[in-house]
């Protein structure tokens, strides 16, 4: 061993000095699993599949040109675009990083604006959803950003409101804007815009209902609107009941026409039940059940339009409806009065009717 006065060795016997060193750790990695950023849309998609035809027919109707029918399927597709535009991996430190600038936000060491926060929060939700899936805890909304989102939707909904008003209706909200007015007085501008263009197209409908009736068109006072017809598809609820049982809507205002849509009928199905018409007489003589209406096309057409708003859905089948009308509308098979209409809608969405139900003597 060498003295206080000698120098160090080596383990050699050579003169020199212990050196020490750290070797860096290779940085722990968040890996993406494969698969992870279709997944939610397959699962919304599969749930979408399951609703029934008409539901899937309507659900995106008024929906902008090429974004999903739901909103639920249309985050999904976001999420998945932009999952797939990361990278296989990132280093967790990356993710760790901003969990605690967020923490420190939360314990008011480095305070951010509601505009950050809420964009810190984003992103760390999202980088948890590629890299890191699972249950997790999350803070809820401070007042402060509540109150950053609820000032930012009201400016979107201005703006919104004087797009769809126009030049004309929507310029008084769009000049108090310029002129520095609070959103909340350009709320109340386009309020008041929007109440005359409501005065302005009643006018126009009334007339335009007017014109109706004086062409003996099919239209349907309030009364005979809600008596029995069915605002919903029967498998939907209304308010939290089914379609079927929900309130009766209030009465319009007087003088305010209400007039239902009906779908086209069938031309070619339907005359197969008119009495004279070509395909009822081939009908009856091929040997086929057939119910006859009793009157020409024209009256089969009416009823048969009114059995499809007024009728109930037939039991599994939906696109099948019954309305009884109290009285013989046509002839059965056997050449008993029949009362029922059945209305049977097609994949087109076109209607076509026949006399139903027990053949009265």
Request: aromatic share 6%.
């Amino acid at each position: 061993m060498a003295g206080p006065d000698e120098p160090p060795f080596n383990g050699n016997g050579t003169v020199g000095r212990l050196l020490t060193c750290e070797i860096p750790a290779p940085a722990e990695m968040l890996r993406r699993r494969p698969g992870i950023c279709s997944e939610r849309y397959e699962r919304e998609k599969a749930e979408f599949d399951k609703l029934p035809w008409y539901e899937r027919m309507l659900a995106g109707h008024g929906r902008a040109v090429g974004l999903e029918p739901t909103d639920a399927l249309q985050s999904a597709k976001t999420f998945q675009e932009a999952c797939e535009k990361m990278p296989d991996e990132i280093s967790k430190s990356a993710l760790d990083e901003k969990v605690q600038q967020l923490s420190d936000h939360a314990t008011g060491r480095n305070p951010l604006s509601p505009e950050q926060s809420l964009e810190l929060k984003r992103q760390v939700s999202f980088l948890q959803d590629v890299y890191t899936p699972g249950p997790r805890w999350e803070s809820g909304l401070s007042s402060g950003e509540s109150a950053w989102l609820s000032a930012q939707n009201q400016r979107w909904g201005n703006s919104m409101a004087i797009a769809f008003l126009g030049p004309v209706y929507g310029g008084p909200g769009a000049m108090t804007r310029l002129m520095g007015g609070s959103e909340d007085l350009v709320e109340a501008v386009n309020n008041q815009s929007a109440s005359l263009v409501g005065a302005g197209r009643t006018r126009v409908f009334a007339r335009d209902a007017a014109a109706l009736r004086e062409s003996n068109a099919r239209i349907f006072t309030s009364g005979e609107y809600n008596r029995g017809a069915r605002l919903e598809p029967p498998s939907r609820t209304v308010g939290g009941k089914p379609a079927g049982t929900a309130s009766p809507i209030s009465a319009p205002a007087s003088g305010t026409v209400v007039q239902q849509a009906v779908p086209s009928i069938s031309r070619q199905k339907q005359n197969g039940h008119v009495k004279g018409s070509p395909q009822n007489t081939n009908r009856i003589k091929q040997g086929k059940p057939t119910s006859t209406f009793n009157g020409p096309a024209a009256e089969a057409d009416r009823l048969t339009q009114e059995a499809w708003q007024k009728g109930t859905p037939v039991a599994g089948r939906p696109n099948v409806r019954d309305y009884d009308f109290g009285q013989s509308i046509g002839t059965g098979p056997n050449g008993g009065g029949q009362s029922i209409v059945r209305v049977h809608q097609d994949a087109s969405g076109n209607i076509h009717g026949h006399p139903a139900g027990p053949e009265i003597p």
